[in-house]
Every structure is written in structure tokens, then in C-alpha cells.
């Protein structure tokens, strides 16, 4: 069992919804021979609140196209950030559908239901996430530094 | 270093929007327009000029939650194009394959969006913070299995890889799905207790009149083959489905909304529509959940949804159990294809409801033409219609509790929305008070 887990979220057809599973892909060629460490490909949300939920695993790292509301950020945008046990749930909708129960829905849950796996999310700023589009190239841009910023996480985690 | 939590910014995961537009004038609804992206025609298009070949693994991935749907409609409609005789015990395999879709997807949806709403809390997160904290373990244990089936046979849980045209890849050893039989049996205790909890709600009432859709087969519940029938006494095949049913353009949406060709009126497809349609099919288990329900059928009501999903869920824990016992792995897993120039049409019952494909197939291989019609879009114009005849009962509500009532009813039919489609956006227009 894995102590630590990476989590890459995303629909690979949706534009930029897609870099979540690029850079899971990418940190597992960079992990590649570790021990301790598993990195999955989740596709979509509602697998998420499983995956944060195994018993031995320390800490769960997602990786997943974010949209900031408010003041939106530019397309390929970093943003980390940590939900410890009395941290605050990320923000959470009224999803309309099955297919809305999110990486932030899920990541609430499982703090709701007592999961003791710490859980960092890495965001990244998504520009267009139609069916069918590119990439944008900020988001591509952003590919490398996001990578090495889970590595690090990764690293640290495994201390 | 010591352990300490950061504030959170408030970050959420990508979502197209869903918009629902009400105006209302000196209380009365003016404008209803309910804007759904739902992904299909995107995969329409990218399906023509690929080999037929392609198709299971293209298919797989329009949807995250209910990839066996596409998958199988898809497969069985080429198969039966190209004359192919498939390998005995791949059939059963793919059911067992589908049944755990169901399975994931009915207890997703019960769990964590039917039964918030009908708690009246916001979401699944306030309901395991309110003491419901055992009933949503529960249910996430219950879709587990599901997922968890779905990738010993599917090779992979969210899009599977295994199933293709002719059979699969890989037969699944006999241990492996054996291996499911002990939590299938506790499936079993545990879908009445949900029965149970779904029992105890109070759940609002929508009388008006609707015409169900769903397939029939003799003697089983209908999951892979079989006709399509309705409440008002139609009976149609998969290769009429075109002609019985029509696809309308309408300005304010990106989505196709069927209604019946010859009277233009809007059906039901889903859960609902096949517990009524096939009540005497049900299985032991599926009967019990139902008695405990109080589930009375015939109903049109699509509040009944919810306890239609438990009594499916039921249905398909006893299904995948009576198949796994049965289980001989498929030797050779797949049969030989030879393409043939034609038109492949199939339907099959998607945890959503009726889903229909077509694909025009030229003499290499070569899709010239691919239409998919899923559940949601021949919902669509339903939802509308509900909408339509709930909402002006409760229009001295507040804003905010409109809107809730408007989510719960398009949630009861769980559209099988664009996985990055999440929230839906509602804008009451009161022109009266201005």
C-alpha cells in the first residue's frame, strides 16, 4: 500500500479539463521506481472521494483544472493549497447531476467522513474546457513547473 | 515540521454551467428555458471516418459514469450488422458488466444527490455532517462495488478497454469475479436497509400526466436487447427508433430534444419507466425493496425515481450474483469480425434510460455516419415540461428556494450531462416586480 497518492482529475476530450491527467502521467514518468508512491488517472470526480479514502494512505496530492471565481486568474495559473483536518472544505455547489460530484465534493466528504489523509490540491487556472478544444497554450506552459511542484510535494511527503 | 492547515482559497473544480431561464409576469411563467450541454454530438462528428474497430474505445469516452451504456449499444448493433456470433458467455458477461454501472451510478445518484435533497440539506458533505454519517458510508460502499466489478471486467473502471467488437479481450479468471460474490451478498441486506432510510422520506408529489418509454424483453428485466415499448401501448425496434421518435432543433439549447414523431408530445425514459414497464420482471430481492418502499406501480410521478433507482439497484446485485455463479470464462473471449458495408442500429437501457445508436458503415470498415440519441436529450423537453407544471405552484417562494426546487427536479433525472457540466445556473426574472 502507497503512502502517498497522486490524483490526476480531467477529461482528456474537454480542452483544458485535461491537464490534470497530463501531469499525472507526467509525474509518474518522473516518480517512476519509487516506492511509497502510486499515481492514478481518475477521469472524473465522483471516483475521487474513494481514492482519498484508503486506510494507510498518509497523504492523497490531486491534480485538476480549476476555475477561480471572482477574479479569475490567467489561463495557466498555479494554485496549491492544503485541506488538513480543520481545514475548510473548498468551495462546494448544488451539482445538478451525478456527473457534477466534483474533486471539491469530494475532497469535503471525505473530511466530513473523518478521513485522516491529508489532502493537497494542485490547481491549475483552466482556460477553455469545451468538448473537442486544445489545450490553451498557457496551460501548456504550465505543465512543467506544475510537475515539479508535485514532485515536490511527493518528496516531501515521503520525507 | 509541524502539521498546520492553510486558509483555503475558494477554488472550484472546472464546471460548464447549465443554465435554467424562468420569467415570470404578474405570476404567471412567460419564459422556461433549461440549457443542458450533453456531449454526444461532439463524438458524432469525431466518429465518422474512423474505423469501426475504434468505435467501444471512442464511445467509452463521452460519458465517465456510464461508458458500459455507450459501449454496449455500440457493440451489438455492429455485431448484429456484421452477422457476428459471439463467443457463448460473452453476453452474460456483458451484463454482468453493465449491472455494475448500475449499480455505481443508481447508488452515486441516490446517495449523494437524491438524498440530500430530500433531507434538505445542500449536499452529501451536510448530510454525513448531520448524523447521516453511517447511511453515506454505506452508499459510497455500495458504489465501490459497482466500480470496483466494473474494472475486474472492464479492465479499467472509468473508461473500460477490455469489452470490443466480437467479445473482449480478455476473459476475467473465474476467481476474479468470484472474489465479488461475499459483498454482493452483503449488497443484497444492504440495498433494503437503503430501501428502508429512502422509505422514511418525505418526498414531494408532481401529478401530471407523462407517456414512459423503456425497453421490454420476454421474461427478464430489459438490459441489452429487447424492443422499445411506451405507457400509451407503442411497440417499436431499435431500427424504427428514428421514425417513431423525432430530434427537434430548439434556439435556446446546444442539446436535440426528442418528442414522439407523430403527436410532437415529449416522453419519459429511465429508471422509473422501466420499473413500470416491467414490474413482473423483477427479482426477489428487488421486490422486497420495492414492498419496503411503498412503491406503488403503476406511477408517473418522477419524484418516484429515487425508490425506482433502489428497486434497479436491487435488481442489479441479484443479477450480478445469479451471473457470477453462473460464470464460465469465455473461450475464445472474442469471435472473428469481418466489417460489411450497412446500417447498425441497436438500444439498450443506459442507467439514465433508453439509448439509442446508429452507425452507417461502409463496405471497409469506414463509419460514413454515426448518431448517437442518450437518455438525457430525450428527457430534456420533459424536464421543461416539469418545470413548467411544478414551478408555478411555488412562485410566492423565495428566489433561493425556487431554485432548489427547479435543481430537484431535473435532478430526477440525473441528466447524463458533459462531465464538466455542474451546476446549474437558475435565473428568475420577475417582471411583475419591477
Same mark, same amino acid.
Given at each position: 500500500?502507497?503512502?502517498?497518492?497522486?490524483?490526476?482529475?480531467?477529461?482528456?476530450?474537454?480542452?483544458?479539463?485535461?491537464?490534470?491527467?497530463?501531469?499525472?502521467?507526467?509525474?509518474?514518468?518522473?516518480?517512476?521506481?519509487?516506492?511509497?508512491?502510486?499515481?492514478?488517472?481518475?477521469?472524473?470526480?465522483?471516483?475521487?472521494?474513494?481514492?482519498?479514502?484508503?486506510?494507510?494512505?498518509?497523504?492523497?496530492?490531486?491534480?485538476?483544472?480549476? $476555475?477561480?471565481?471572482?477574479?479569475?486568474?490567467?489561463?495557466?495559473?498555479?494554485?496549491?493549497?492544503?485541506?488538513?483536518?480543520?481545514?475548510?472544505?473548498?468551495?462546494?455547489?448544488?451539482?445538478?447531476?451525478?456527473?457534477?460530484?466534483?474533486?471539491?465534493?469530494?475532497?469535503?466528504?471525505?473530511?466530513?467522513?473523518?478521513?485522516?489523509?491529508?489532502?493537497?490540491?494542485?490547481?491549475?487556472?483552466?482556460?477553455?474546457?469545451? @468538448?473537442?478544444?486544445?489545450?490553451?497554450?498557457?496551460?501548456?506552459?504550465?505543465?512543467?513547473?506544475?510537475? *515539479?511542484?508535485?514532485?515536490?510535494?511527493?518528496?516531501?511527503?515521503?520525507? | 515540521?509541524?502539521? $498546520?492547515?492553510?486558509?483555503?482559497?475558494?477554488? /472550484?473544480?472546472?464546471?460548464?454551467?447549465?443554465?435554467?431561464?424562468?420569467?415570470?409576469? *404578474?405570476?404567471?411563467?412567460?419564459?422556461?428555458?433549461?440549457?443542458?450541454?450533453?456531449?454526444?454530438?461532439?463524438?458524432? =462528428?469525431?466518429?465518422?471516418?474512423?474505423?469501426?474497430?475504434?468505435?467501444?474505445? @471512442?464511445?467509452?469516452? @463521452?460519458?465517465?459514469?456510464?461508458?458500459?451504456?455507450?459501449?454496449?449499444?455500440?457493440?451489438?448493433?455492429?455485431?448484429?450488422?456484421?452477422?457476428?456470433?459471439?463467443?457463448?458467455?460473452?453476453?452474460?458477461?456483458?451484463?454482468?458488466?453493465?449491472?455494475?454501472?448500475?449499480?455505481?451510478?443508481?447508488?452515486?445518484?441516490?446517495?449523494?444527490?437524491?438524498?440530500?435533497?430530500?433531507?434538505?440539506?445542500?449536499?452529501?458533505?451536510?448530510?454525513?455532517?448531520?448524523?447521516?454519517?453511517?447511511?453515506?458510508?454505506?452508499?459510497?460502499?455500495? +458504489?465501490?462495488?459497482?466500480?470496483?466489478?466494473? =474494472?475486474?471486467?472492464?479492465?479499467?473502471?472509468?473508461?473500460?478497454?477490455?469489452?470490443?467488437?466480437?467479445?473482449?479481450?480478455?476473459?476475467?479468471?473465474?476467481?476474479?469475479?468470484?472474489?465479488?460474490?461475499?459483498?454482493?451478498?452483503?449488497?443484497?441486506?444492504?440495498?433494503?436497509?437503503?430501501?428502508?432510510?429512502?422509505?422514511?422520506?418525505?418526498?414531494?408529489?408532481?401529478?401530471? *400526466?407523462?407517456?414512459?418509454?423503456?425497453?421490454?424483453?420476454?421474461? $427478464?428485466?430489459?438490459?441489452?436487447?429487447?424492443?422499445?415499448?411506451?405507457?400509451?401501448?407503442?411497440?417499436?425496434?431499435?431500427?424504427?427508433?428514428?421514425?417513431?421518435?423525432?430530434?427537434?432543433?430548439?434556439?435556446?439549447?446546444?442539446?436535440?430534444?426528442?418528442?414522439?414523431? *407523430?403527436?410532437?408530445?415529449?416522453?419519459?425514459?429511465?429508471?422509473?419507466?422501466?420499473?413500470?414497464?416491467?414490474?413482473?420482471?423483477?427479482?426477489?430481492?428487488?421486490?422486497? /425493496? +420495492? =414492498?419496503?418502499?411503498?412503491?406503488?406501480?403503476?406511477?408517473?410521478?418522477?419524484?418516484?425515481?429515487?425508490?425506482?433507482?433502489?428497486?434497479?439497484?436491487?435488481?442489479?446485485?441479484?443479477?450480478?450474483?445469479?451471473?457470477?455463479?453462473?460464470?464460465?470464462?469465455?473461450?475464445?473471449?472474442?469471435?472473428?469480425?469481418?466489417?460489411?458495408?450497412?446500417?447498425?442500429?441497436?438500444?439498450?437501457?443506459?442507467?439514465?434510460?433508453?439509448?439509442?445508436?446508429?452507425?452507417?458503415?461502409?463496405?471497409?470498415?469506414?463509419?460514413?455516419?454515426? +448518431?448517437?440519441?442518450?437518455?438525457?436529450?430525450?428527457?430534456?423537453?420533459?424536464?421543461?415540461?416539469?418545470?413548467?407544471?411544478?414551478?408555478?405552484?411555488?412562485?410566492?417562494?423565495?428566489?433561493?428556494?425556487?431554485?432548489?426546487?427547479?435543481?430537484?427536479?431535473?435532478?430526477?433525472?440525473?441528466?447524463?450531462?458533459?462531465? /464538466?457540466?455542474?451546476?446549474?445556473?437558475?435565473?428568475?426574472?420577475?417582471?411583475?416586480?419591477?
Amino acid at each position: 500500500m502507497a503512502r502517498v497518492r497522486v490524483i490526476g482529475v480531467g477529461n482528456p476530450d474537454a480542452g483544458d479539463d485535461a491537464v490534470g491527467l497530463l501531469a499525472a502521467r507526467a509525474v509518474a514518468d518522473r516518480l517512476e521506481g519509487l516506492a511509497d508512491v502510486e499515481v492514478i488517472e481518475a477521469g472524473i470526480g465522483p471516483r475521487v472521494v474513494d481514492l482519498l479514502r484508503e486506510p494507510g494512505l498518509e497523504v492523497a496530492i490531486v491534480i485538476d483544472a480549476v $476555475r477561480t471565481p471572482g477574479a479569475r486568474r490567467m489561463p495557466g495559473s498555479l494554485i496549491r493549497t492544503e485541506v488538513g483536518l480543520d481545514g475548510q472544505p473548498l468551495e462546494v455547489g448544488s451539482a445538478i447531476s451525478s456527473h457534477g460530484f466534483g474533486v471539491a465534493e469530494s475532497v469535503g466528504l471525505a473530511a466530513a467522513l473523518g478521513s485522516p489523509t491529508r489532502v493537497i490540491v494542485h490547481g491549475v487556472e483552466a482556460g477553455e474546457v469545451r @468538448i473537442g478544444a486544445p489545450l490553451h497554450p498557457s496551460v501548456r506552459c504550465a505543465l512543467r513547473p506544475l510537475v *515539479d511542484a508535485v514532485v515536490v510535494d511527493v518528496e516531501g511527503a515521503l520525507g | 515540521m509541524t502539521h $498546520r492547515s492553510v486558509e483555503v482559497p475558494v477554488v /472550484a473544480r472546472v464546471e460548464g454551467e447549465g443554465a435554467l431561464h424562468v420569467r415570470v409576469d *404578474d405570476g404567471v411563467i412567460t419564459r422556461l428555458e433549461l440549457e443542458i450541454y450533453e456531449p454526444p454530438r461532439f463524438f458524432e =462528428a469525431f466518429l465518422a471516418g474512423r474505423n469501426v474497430m475504434e468505435v467501444p474505445d @471512442i464511445v467509452a469516452r @463521452i460519458c465517465g459514469i456510464c461508458p458500459v451504456a455507450y459501449q454496449s449499444t455500440a457493440m451489438f448493433g455492429l455485431e448484429r450488422l456484421f452477422e457476428v456470433e459471439l463467443p457463448s458467455g460473452v453476453e452474460a458477461l456483458r451484463r454482468l458488466l453493465y449491472m455494475a454501472e448500475w449499480i455505481e451510478s443508481h447508488m452515486l445518484h441516490v446517495h449523494l444527490l437524491a438524498l440530500p435533497d430530500f433531507l434538505g440539506v445542500d449536499s452529501a458533505i451536510e448530510l454525513a455532517q448531520r448524523g447521516f454519517k453511517a447511511e453515506v458510508e454505506r452508499g459510497l460502499r455500495l +458504489k465501490r462495488l459497482g466500480n470496483e466489478l466494473m =474494472a475486474a471486467i472492464g479492465g479499467r473502471e472509468i473508461h473500460p478497454v477490455n469489452p470490443r467488437i466480437g467479445g473482449f479481450w480478455r476473459s476475467p479468471r473465474r476467481r476474479e469475479v468470484d472474489a465479488f460474490v461475499p459483498r454482493l451478498e452483503d449488497a443484497a441486506r444492504e440495498i433494503l436497509d437503503v430501501a428502508d432510510l429512502v422509505a422514511s422520506l418525505e418526498v414531494p408529489v408532481l401529478t401530471r *400526466d407523462a407517456e414512459l418509454v423503456a425497453m421490454v424483453e420476454e421474461g $427478464r428485466y430489459p438490459i441489452d436487447h429487447g424492443d422499445v415499448a411506451s405507457t400509451r401501448g407503442r411497440r417499436w425496434r431499435a431500427d424504427e427508433h428514428e421514425a417513431v421518435t423525432r430530434e427537434l432543433h430548439v434556439e435556446h439549447s446546444n442539446a436535440l430534444h426528442s418528442v414522439m414523431a *407523430d403527436t410532437g408530445e415529449p416522453y419519459v425514459v429511465g429508471p422509473l419507466a422501466r420499473v413500470v414497464l416491467n414490474e413482473a420482471a423483477l427479482t426477489p430481492v428487488a421486490r422486497e /425493496a +420495492k =414492498a419496503r418502499l411503498g412503491l406503488t406501480l403503476p406511477t408517473v410521478d418522477p419524484f418516484a425515481s429515487m425508490a425506482a433507482r433502489v428497486v434497479e439497484t436491487a435488481l442489479a446485485i441479484e443479477e450480478a450474483l445469479r451471473l457470477i455463479r453462473a460464470y464460465e470464462p469465455p473461450d475464445p473471449p472474442h469471435a472473428g469480425v469481418v466489417p460489411r458495408a450497412g446500417r447498425a442500429t441497436w438500444t439498450t437501457e443506459a442507467p439514465r434510460g433508453t439509448i439509442y445508436h446508429r452507425y452507417d458503415v461502409a463496405a471497409d470498415g469506414t463509419i460514413v455516419e454515426a +448518431k448517437i440519441v442518450p437518455p438525457t436529450s430525450q428527457n430534456l423537453r420533459h424536464m421543461e415540461h416539469d418545470l413548467r407544471e411544478f414551478l408555478p405552484s411555488v412562485l410566492d417562494r423565495p428566489d433561493d428556494e425556487l431554485t432548489r426546487l427547479a435543481e430537484m427536479i431535473v435532478r430526477n433525472y440525473d441528466p447524463c450531462i458533459s462531465c /464538466a457540466t455542474h451546476f446549474l445556473r437558475v435565473e428568475i426574472e420577475r417582471g411583475d416586480e419591477g
